[in-house]
């Protein structure tokens, strides 16, 4: 069985929709297909739910310009009665949406629960919409099955973990008897429901891990995510337009550089792969043939494969204490289940948190865990990452460096098995020293085989 999975950028419009079934009929069969919601809809229903607790007049209007958007692009795709069937399909949806908002705007308070209850709606409609754009597209049975029963959770809202024995009883109910068969499932990334049978969602973008998370329950042969770029980049191309695709790596570089900000890659897609050995190749549908294959031993990967990733928006936390060693342990677990951890540091009565996001006015800074406590110095910053197959060069690190040699490093972290060097600067310089370090691993001085390392 193959796994495929499409994302929004792909699914941006009737055209998309069609380039994507198109590669779903040439594919092999049986073949599970994962789908995003469609582009900016997510955005899109977001901003429904805020505004419907400030302004219920444009919330109500956005909605309809929402729900015009995929009945239009439906009537692009579908012909009558199945536009028809489709849109009574969708009816009950728009209907509680309309519910919800209305609620909103009486309470006006938004809770995560509520927010995803209405974004999950995204998924439901583009998956509709596919599943009846298939139905015309080939004669190979299509079965619509709703992650909803696929993947259960724990109750945390938009940033929810997947319960993985109960999901897998789930997949083996519903899915393992199409093992074998012409069928083509199809079913939505980044949605779910909790234990307690509301739904979840489990964090931004992450429909690539859903694609994954079922690939390792299924044993499938191979998951392909197709998105907008051919494949992990030597940089992001938004900021390095001749940035390359790297064609193969190991999950261990792909692993690095999805924690570390590569926009092609969730930071929890790769670990289902990883566990089950499984190939996951990473495309496009105008890739001109370019991929990039990730796999446990990849074949032909040149010693000079790495790229530079960039999390624009991260937070250096710096905490000082009246007593040297001061325990840190509660104070990171709790600040990270309000914004994910990147790194920490502590050298006596300093201790360094790196966050891979911003520290939000609603974050609290849970500094009763910390004994003798004195302040903390919270700094916006970016994180810039060289990321590599191979250990880095000496030669190369030193020429790192020199790009930097410039700007204040308020943090810094090397990987432990010398592949990985992290900084973190300010946000205002990031995308300069991107531009600087990538043409520094594309020139053709670079170093490519030296064995000299740093360890630290």
Known sequence: MIVTKFGGAVLGNAAGVKSACATICTLPSPQLVVVSAFANVTNWLEQIAHRATEDPTEAFRLLQELLKHHEHIAAQLLPEPAYADWLNHAIPWAARLDEIVQGLSIVRELSPRTLDMIVHYGERYSSSIVAAALQQATTIPVVPISALELIITDDAHRYARPNIELTRERVQALLHEYRGKEVILLTEGYIARGASGQVTTMGRESSSYTATLLGQLLQADEVRIYTDVPGVMTADPAIIPAAETIPTMSYEMANALAELG?????????????????????????????????????????????????????????????????????????????????????????????????????????????????????????????VSQHPIPIRELQMFFGVLKSQPILALQGGGDARTLSVAIAREHAHQIVEQLHQLIAAPTVPQVSDSVLVW
């Open 262 to 386: 590569a926009k092609v890659l969730h930071p929890r897609t790769v670990a289902p792969v990883e566990r089950a050995s499984i190939p996951l190749v990473i495309t496009s549908l105008q890739g001109g043939g370019k991929s990039t294959v990730i796999a446990s031993q990849p074949n032909n990967v040149a010693r000079g494969s790495r790229s530079i990733a960039l999390l624009p928006e991260a937070t250096v936390v710096m905490i000082e204490t009246e007593v040297a060693n001061a325990q840190f342990d509660q104070f990171c677990q709790t600040l990270a289940a309000q914004v994910p951890l990147l790194w920490r540091h502590h050298f006596r009565r300093k201790h360094t948190v790196v966050t891979a996001l911003p520290i939000e006015p609603g974050i609290r800074l849970p500094s009763e865990y910390v004994q003798g406590y004195i302040r903390a110095d919270i700094h916006d910053a970016a994180v810039v990452s060289l």
